[in-house]
């Protein structure tokens, strides 16, 4: 499952008179733990907006790009009389975009703090790219390559938490738990944390 923290900062007047339609932008860091997933790359960068509906409830939209990872490994197997020398290189690359919709509804909010309820679905998308040459003595080698283009749909559950600091200003962070209901990475939990700020436009 996917467990997801989200903390927003709104603006001091927010809280009370919040205004309805795309009214905040934010930048945050994102950190994931996905079970089972050799391939995602646990750090990222998001970027997101907010619609308001009214005081109590508003939705985060945002889009998560992970850096593509790399991993080399080369070693060499030395046989004894009954195998042969065998050397191996390995290549793996992999990148990822996450696009979460989630609904909230604020719990408890006040001049310059709310803290809400958040549940919603998640779009991820994974790319990734395997390689694999093994050389024998005296054989030809042995290659392998493989691509996949991986689309999964998942469901959120977590909370979010907005601190105001001017204005215009503020500082964000969210959790969230939630499991991959559809695609290749069906059945996998994950828990992401994200934090940064937002710059309210209206």
């Known amino acids: 499952m996917t467990i997801g923290v ?3 900062v709104s603006s001091l007047s927010q809280t009370t008179n919040s205004t ?32 308001f509906f009214n005081n109590r409830f508003f939705i985060d939209a945002g889009f998560v790009i992970k850096p593509t990872k790399e991993e080399v490994h080369d070693y060499d197997v030395i046989g004894d009389w009954s195998f042969y020398n065998m050397h191996e ?36 998308y994974l790319n990734t790219s395997h390689e694999l040459i093994r050389t024998f003595d005296n054989q030809d080698p042995f290659y392998y390559k493989e691509k996949r283009n991986n689309l999964n749909l998942g469901l959120d559950l977590g909370f979010v938490q907005k601190f105001a600091i001017t204005e215009k200003i503020g500082l964000f962070a969210s959790q969230y738990y939630g499991q991959a209901l559809l695609g290749y990475s069906k059945g996998f939990e994950s828990t992401d944390l994200n934090f940064g700020i937002t710059y309210r436009i209206k």
């Open 6 to 8: 989200i903390i927003s």
């Open 20 to 51: 309805r339609g795309f009214s905040e932008v934010k930048l945050n860091y994102n950190l994931s733990f996905i079970s089972q997933d050799p391939f995602t790359t646990k750090m990222g960068i998001a970027l997101g907006s907010t619609y």
């Open 89 to 124: 290189h390995r290549e793996l690359t992999a990148l990822f975009m996450d696009i979460p919709i989630h609904v909230n509804y604020k719990v408890l909010y006040f001049k310059s703090f709310s803290f809400s309820l958040s549940l919603g679905t998640r779009l991820f």
